[in-house]
């Protein structure tokens, strides 16, 4: 044994090699899955939070006067208590706390000053006294032959002008206000009008406003056979808790199941089940496939060179035992016995070296400690295969058939070519990875070393020929060394995965910054938004605050009829001042005044608007249509008029939102909310950061920083292992140069490694790009991840510095690799010549 370990000890560099390109090999391959993952679990959280409507399930059951009684409010109670029994797993243990509301059918009401009021009478859970009463007391039930008392919520209460005392008087009684409740923007969609008081352009010019009015859950028993019928909703949201990626494919079959089944209250009504979760789930799945397929394609590259550079560790270390293992021949060892030997010595520093990385991969995420034991046990077999191969080599000479080695070149062209014509002409799939297309990069790798070193062989050999006749020995060495093909192979391959990775990652990093920026400006539509009611609007917008270079008012019309041919269109009206609206929107153009009316429609707008369009009475022509995301209307479809010709409608703002330009976004938006607290405000500096915090984004960074990296360092650890695979031809060539008395000749690495390095930097910088291309292409990744941007100028010009970077690594690190062995051997030269001396 201590005989074993002095021979082993000599070599604990090149074992150590081994070992550190097995620890980032294993740590990249265990620590990529699983971060990809806990990204999926991370959105799949983020997506399911309380406030989002695709991420709730909801109850609906139309009532007859019959179910409506005494008993409605337990029997609705006990539905939504029992329904969970009945949904399938995960989704059964997801579901929260229902939230429901009875709704009757709307009344027409009249005010004390005959202002026509339609009001829409509900009931919550519990009764309005458990909310905040802010003014008057909370309704009582209703009582046959007095006034129905009603609470309104103080939004709502001030839309319609109703204080406590206010009286209406509808077709069945009076309704009177007792109490005003604080605002609450929870429940169901059903009761939203309870929050938001919504308006309705009428016969004769006149708005209609429609309110929704609280009454207690005991006024059931005794209006439902009055009104004859309600509508009772119930929305039940969908947790995160002890959900996972991994549960989403059975969530989304539970969601279609109950949505197909739907249910009954316990008196027997059917209620309808809808649910908008299978969608959500599919946008789910569909982004974690694209950063799937884009991890793979960063991927591949890296871990395919960690893989050469453990492999040519492995090799370069049974090559120093070559001797040895010649001894041993000598004394009788047989063939197995040695292979088995180098198999047993590879495998302990490959053992160590994954067991570094798996460390390294479970201290990072520790659910991959179980994930990670078939990547370790796959390295440490290949890593003793590989050894097994090269001690048989020491003792039995072997060589691959020229036929072999060429029709594996064919194979590997071949593939390479399928594989980048697939990837430029279809893009990566939207499934996730495709084995063939992610290992686009390394296969143009190891074809560009394929092709340049036949290359560099056919081109050269006459160049070599005439330098030999001449006196510049230097120059002659280099490319005669050149032309033979010495190590050509590994270093193009190594070169051009690194190169074309970090081009890769470069660009689709600038891609990701740019892409995140516009995609918040897109969000916000400028560089400040604050969005309210028609009121504290108006007040910003005629008192901007300090550092503000222009703001434009977009109101939202409501009740204004849009009609086609005599069609009623759902079209969402919108008005604005055009010409401010253009200094901060240049794409928005200015509308001048013309008969008929000229507008600005969305894009989804315009197919609804082809042909005679009538807005609110005012015949429109002459639409310019633009992007649904231009202006903040809460629908894809809209129609935009000038201030100046939606005056005539005389219609109030639903909602208004002022558009800023601002030379400092965050002072201004914080002067904003400071002076306007009522106000909804969102800029492009904070939606920008929020979307850089996300999942996705950090994980994608982190990814591109990392493959950039090990493909890197993966390059320069090939260009060192060949360059200390080259000492023994260079000692020869030292020696018959001084021989012959030429002295020494300098730069000779540099001459050889910096053209075959220069060539292959080019072929990787256009195959990185190609990859940027494909990514940032219509309908590529970048659309589905978010991050779509034109690729700016700079971005070329940063790629193409890295790719001179490097090569200039690789020509030092040759450069140095070279001295530091012929340093060694010379030192260790004098040593034994002074024990002999």
């Known amino acids: 044994m201590r005989r074993r370990w002095r021979t082993i000890v000599p070599h604990v560099g090149a074992l150590a090699l081994v070992a550190a390109a097995t620890a980032v090999l294993v740590a990249s391959a265990v620590l990529v899955p699983r971060v990809l993952e806990t990204v999926a679990d991370q959105r799949l959280t983020a997506a399911l939070v309380a406030g989002q409507d695709a991420a709730t399930v909801v109850l609906s059951a139309d009532l007859d006067g ?4 005494a008993d409605t409010v337990d029997d609705i109670a006990r539905t939504l208590e029992n329904y969970p029994g009945s949904v399938d797993a995960p989704l059964a243990a997801a579901l929260g706390e229902p939230s429901w509301v009875v709704t009757f059918p709307d009344l027409t009401a009249v005010t004390s000053g005959g202002t026509l009021v339609r009001l829409r009478l509900g009931a919550v859970p519990g009764s309005p006294s458990s909310r905040t009463v802010i003014e008057g007391t909370a309704p009582r039930p209703w009582v046959t032959g007095e006034p129905v008392e009603v609470a309104f919520e103080q939004a709502v209460a001030a839309r319609v002008g109703a204080v406590v005392g206010s009286a209406y008087d509808g077709p069945d009684g009076r309704i009177v206000v007792s109490g005003i409740v604080a605002d609450d923007d929870g429940g169901p969609s059903a009761q939203d009008v309870f929050h938001r008081a919504q308006s309705e352009r009428g016969s004769g010019g006149l708005d209609l406003v429609t309110a929704g009015a609280y009454v207690d859950p005991g006024s059931i028993a005794t209006l439902g056979p009055q009104l004859a019928r309600a509508q009772v909703v119930a929305t039940l949201p969908v947790r995160a808790v002890d959900l996972g990626a991994g549960d989403i494919a059975a969530l989304e079959r539970a969601a279609n199941k109950t949505s197909a089944q739907g249910t009954t209250l316990s008196s027997g009504y059917p209620v309808t089940v809808s649910t908008r979760l299978p969608a959500l789930l599919a946008g789910l799945v569909g982004e974690q496939n694209a950063l799937v397929a884009l991890a793979a394609l960063l991927g591949a590259a890296p871990l395919t060179a960690a893989a050469l550079v453990a492999a040519l560790a492995v090799i370069a270390a049974e090559r120093r035992r070559a001797p040895e293992r010649v001894l041993a021949s000598a004394r009788g060892a047989t063939t197995t016995r040695l292979a088995l030997s180098a198999a047993c010595v590879a495998a302990v520093a490959v053992l160590a070296g994954a067991a570094i990385g798996w460390g390294v991969a479970v201290a990072a995420t520790p659910d991959a400690a179980s994930a990670g034991f078939g990547t370790v046990a796959a390295v440490v077999v290949g890593g003793a295969a590989i050894a097994a191969a090269g001690g048989r080599r020491a003792v039995v000479a072997s060589r691959i058939p020229p036929v072999v080695r060429t029709a594996a070149g064919i194979v590997v062209l071949a593939t390479a070519a399928v594989a980048v014509s697939l990837l430029l002409v279809r893009g990566l799939p939207d499934t996730g990875a495709d084995p ?3 290992a686009v990069i390394p296969l143009v790798g190891f074809s560009a070393g394929l092709v340049f070193a036949r290359a560099f062989g056919w081109g050269l050999a006459p160049v070599a020929r005439v330098l030999a006749r ?4 230097g120059a002659g060495l280099a490319v005669a060394r050149l032309a033979r093909g010495s190590g050509r192979v590994l270093q193009i391959t190594g070169v051009t995965i690194a190169v074309a990775t970090a081009t890769l990652a470069l660009g689709l990093a600038h891609l990701t910054g740019d892409g995140l920026s516009a995609a918040a400006y897109r969000s916000v539509g400028a560089d400040v938004r604050a969005c309210g009611d028609g ?3 108006a007040e910003l917008a005629g008192d901007a605050p300090d550092g503000v270079t222009a703001l434009a008012e977009v109101r939202r019309l409501g009740g204004i009829p849009v009609t086609v041919d005599g069609r009623l ?15 901060v929107r240049a794409d928005v153009p200015v509308l001048a005044p013309s008969s008929p009316v000229s507008a600005i429609v969305s894009r989804s707008a315009a197919g609804l608007l082809a042909g005679s369009a009538v807005v609110g009475g005012i015949e429109v022509s002459g639409v310019t ?8 209307a809460d629908t894809e479809a809209w129609v935009l008029l ?7 409608l005389a219609a109030p703002a639903d909602t208004a939102c002022v558009l800023i330009t601002a030379t400092d976004v965050g002072v201004v938006a914080a002067r904003v909310r400071d002076a306007h607290p009522a106000l909804d405000v969102v800029d492009t500096a904070s939606e920008t950061l929020r979307r850089e915090s996300a999942p996705t984004v950090t994980t994608l960074l982190l990814l591109l920083a990392g493959a950039a990296v090990v493909a890197a360092l993966a390059a320069l650890a090939i260009a060192a292992v060949t360059e200390v695979a080259a000492g023994g031809e260079r000692r020869r060539t030292r020696a018959v140069l001084r021989m012959i008395g030429a002295g020494r000749v300098r730069g000779l690495v540099a001459a050889e490694v910096v053209p075959l390095a220069t060539v292959s930097a080019g072929v990787g910088w256009g195959v990185g790009w190609a990859g940027v291309v494909v990514v940032a292409g219509a309908g590529g990744l970048a659309d589905r991840l978010g991050i779509t941007a034109p690729v700016e100028p700079s971005a070329w010009v940063a790629t193409a510095g890295v790719a001179l970077g490097i090569v200039a690594l690789i020509a030092i690190t040759s450069t140095v690799a070279s001295a530091a062995r012929g340093t060694g051997r010379r030192a260790r030269r004098g040593e034994r010549e002074g024990e002999h001396g």
């Open 569 to 583: 269109r759902a079209v969402t009206v919108l008005s604005a001042p055009t010409a401010e609206l253009n200094r």
């Open 535 to 537: 009121v504290a609007t």
């Open 436 to 438: 063939l297309l992610s």
């Open 470 to 473: 001449g006196s510049r020995v």
């Open 642 to 648: 000038d201030d100046r010709d939606a005056a005539s």
């Open 625 to 632: 249509a633009v992007d649904d995301e231009v202006l903040p």
């Open 66 to 69: 019959f179910a409506l009684g």
